[in-house]
Nanobody, 130 residues
Framework: EVQVVESGGGLVQAGGSLRLSCAAS????????IAWFRQAAGKEREGISC????????YYTDSVKGRFTISSDNAKNMVYLQMNNLKPEDTAVYYC???????????????????????WGRGTQVTVSS
């Protein structure tokens, strides 16, 4: 059974950093992509970063590019999202999602689409105070 579990959320001041973790089980990283999504109160879910190809391929949306870094530890079946220079608008519940990677298409075309992912964690709250 494919499972992902997020951890690492919390309260941080603007400009601070947090590292989210996603513990994965039931699949291999060489076949699956893992994505981070977030949903702020009253807003639609937003895909923000993805990793695939056992960590060889990554993607970031413009809203987090240059501030967030996604990485994987294949030996530990872990994916991380290092978030630096956090802003109040980053406040949201952050979700980890996993599914078979779609090959032959750039990640920008599919990996921020939540319908492409069948396995989701329960989310972890990130709150950034101003």
């Amino acid at each position: 059974e494919v499972q992902v579990v997020e951890s690492g959320g919390g309260l941080v001041q603007a400009g601070g950093s947090l590292r989210l973790s996603c513990a994965a089980s039931g699949f291999t990283f060489d076949e699956y992509a893992i994505a981070w999504f977030r949903q702020a109160a009253g807003k639609e879910r937003e895909g923000i970063s993805c990793i695939g190809g056992s960590g060889r391929r990554t993607y970031y949306t413009d809203s987090v590019k240059g501030r967030f870094t996604i990485s994987s530890d294949n030996a530990k079946n872990m994916v991380y999202l290092q978030m630096n220079n956090l802003k109040p608008e980053d406040t949201a519940v952050y979700y980890c999602a996993a599914d078979l990677e779609i090959l032959g298409y750039g990640m920008e075309y599919w990996c921020t689409d939540g319908t492409q992912f069948g396995s989701w964690g329960r989310g972890t709250q990130v709150t950034v105070s101003s």
